[in-house]
């Protein structure tokens, strides 16, 4: 509520207000919902004003004194009613802000590890030797598949060809299936990462392969 519009609520019932402040009054009840429930509340005041004699009919005896006490108990009344207006308003915003605070406090809480959110990865090591030829390889369950982490070193001493090599994976039914390729750099490791959609459970073996299909090293889960 606008302190300016706070004690239009009385003249405006008895229609003592300028038409200008009238006008201007209307048009700020349209968007104080305090204002509006403060002028409800004395809404009845006119109506009982009009059941009062007519003073002009009344004589001086017929009028009772008007206690001194009664404007300051009115304006007291009044007084209270807007505190407390005001009071009310605070605690609903007091109260909004501590759900708010609630809502922060629940949100950003303690989490539960990610472990517990979703499962750990299962991973397994697999390793072989051939001739020049040694690797070993990390197989990883993803939702996905199984991602495949191969480490393969070749001695430059041998005669194995040095064209790229292949990584191939053979499921149970003796199907292949190529998930990589690189080139061999003697005496050097080489780090191929790969993945599959075929579950860990699902690959048979791991073969190591020239590009002319010769299988130079087996790996087998």
Do not use: F
Not at 21 to 39: K, M, N, S, V
């Amino acid at each position: 509520m606008s302190d300016k519009y706070s004690t239009y609520d009385a003249a405006y019932l008895i229609g003592a207000l300028s038409p200008e402040d009238r006008r201007d009054y209307e048009q700020h009840l349209i968007g104080c919902p305090d204002c509006r429930t403060a002028l409800g509340q004395i809404s009845g005041v006119p109506g009982l004003l009009t059941r009062m004699p007519d003073i002009d009919t009344l004589t001086s005896d017929d009028v009772p004194p008007v206690p001194e006490s009664l404007l300051p108990r009115l304006l007291d009344a009044v007084e209270r009613r807007r505190r407390r207006r005001r009071w009310l308003a605070a605690v609903g915003g007091i109260a909004a802000a501590a759900c708010l605070a609630l809502a922060l406090v629940v949100g950003l809480g303690p989490q539960p590890p990610a472990a517990q959110l979703a499962a750990t990865p299962t991973s397994s090591a697999i390793s072989a030797a051939s001739g020049p030829l040694t690797a070993s390889a990390q197989l990883t369950e993803r939702a996905w598949g199984t991602q495949i982490k191969l480490q393969c070193m070749y001695s430059g001493a041998a005669a194995y060809p040095l064209g790229p090599y292949r990584l191939v994976i053979i499921d149970p039914s003796g199907s292949n299936q190529q998930i990589a390729t690189w080139n061999v750099v003697p005496d050097k490791e080489a780090v191929v990462e790969a993945s599959t959609s075929l579950t860990s459970d699902q690959i048979s073996t791991l073969e190591v392969r020239t590009a002319s299909n010769i299988v130079v090293l087996t790996l087998t889960p």
